[in-house]
């Protein structure tokens, strides 16, 4: 393998490591989140409440509508009397409601005409359903009042003696958001339910996030990784083929001094390397010159004196013979 392959995997899997423990905690932590937002516990709590309201819902409007539904067959089309009233009072205590009403239709619509409450109870203020009786005789008897009242609504079975028709409501009071808090419960069961099918498309959603992000970090850590070993390894390279040169005998041969300061510096002493060495081969190359035109120079001495030599017996020998000749005859 490669110092560039090597390298490459050495920077991919330093990048690689932490950003798979990176997702990996990411995901653990989304999957806990998602998980504390969509309970058991909760969903069943909310089903209870559902239930548990909606079964006191019906039967406090059950009872209502029975007591209303007994009154109005006994009570007379008037106010009510004593007797009567104390009676009424008992029924209410028993019942466990807090009023019984009378209303009279005119050409005006529907005038309350009587109240009755528990003995020793005070009305907080007057409770007029005129408005609402219509309404409720025209859909089942029961009255949702957001003034405050759940009742039921029933003729009475004898009218006055004008013909005029009457009513009685009886029921209980309640807070004025006690209906509206209700529906709130049904709607927020029906949300919690549609949150169980957000949350998996959410979860879905964010794995598929946290996959293309980590997909995306990879790719970067790849391109980045080969970017590194391709700078630290080019200047190897380059140096590799520059000695594969002079190897060759090429001391000419000169690198770019690139990459990291380390490289950079091993380039430049390359070069002053290949340069003394060709310095040097200059330099031999000379000296080889010099040593063989003193070669030649000593061969051509050589044979100088070779030939002087006779030369010189001969002189010698004539100088001797020279002082024998005549000194008419030395001209």
């Known amino acids: 393998m490669s110092l560039r392959s090597r390298l490459f995997l050495a920077f991919t899997a330093i990048a690689l490591v932490p950003i798979a423990l990176l997702a990996a905690f990411t995901l653990d932590r989304l999957a806990r989140s998602l998980e504390l937002w969509n309970t058991p516990g909760v969903d069943q709590s909310l089903r209870t409440s559902l239930e548990v309201s ?5 039967r406090l409007e059950s009872t209502a509508r029975a007591q209303a539904a007994d009154w109005a067959q006994v009570l007379p089309p008037a106010p009510v009397d004593l007797p009567r009233r104390t009676a009424v009072r008992a029924g209410l205590r028993a019942a466990g409601l807090d009023f019984v009403q009378l209303y009279r239709r005119d050409r005006a619509g529907w005038r309350r005409v009587d109240d009755v409450l528990p003995e020793h ?17 025209a859909a089942g008897g029961v009255i949702h009042s957001p003034r405050g009242a759940l009742a039921a ?9 004008s013909g005029a028709r009457w009513a ?9 958001d006690f209906f509206t808090g209700l529906t709130r419960i049904g709607e927020s069961v029906d949300f919690y339910h549609r949150f169980g099918v957000l949350r998996d498309v959410s979860r879905i959603y964010w794995l598929l996030l946290v996959a293309a992000v980590v997909l995306v970090l990879a790719l ?10 391709r700078a630290m390894t080019q200047p190897l390279q380059a140096l590799e083929q520059a000695l594969e040169r002079v190897a060759g005998g090429d001391l000419e041969t000169r690198v770019a001094p690139s990459g990291a300061r380390e490289l950079r510096t091993l380039g430049e002493r390359f070069n ?16 080889e010159r010099e040593a063989a035109w003193r070669d030649v120079a000593r061969r051509l001495a050589h044979e100088f004196k070779n030939l002087l030599t006779p030369m010189t017996l001969s002189l010698r020998r004539l100088e001797k013979r020279a ?7 030395r001209a």
Do not use: F, N, Q
Request: aromatic fraction near 0%.
């Open 168 to 176: 009685l409501t009886a029921g209980m009071r309640v807070t004025p």
């Open 220 to 229: 970067v850590a790849l391109l980045v990784a080969t970017a590194l070993a």
């Open 323 to 329: 002082d024998r000749v005549p000194e008419a005859d």
């Open 121 to 137: 109870v005070l009305a907080p203020e007057p409770l007029d359903l005129s408005r609402e009786i219509d309404a409720a005789l």
């Open 54 to 58: 909606k079964t006191a819902l019906t």
């Open 153 to 161: 609504v029933a003729p009475l079975e004898i009218r006055d003696r």
């Open 272 to 287: 002053a390397m290949t340069a003394r060495l060709a310095a040097a081969r200059t330099a031999l190359a000379e000296a």
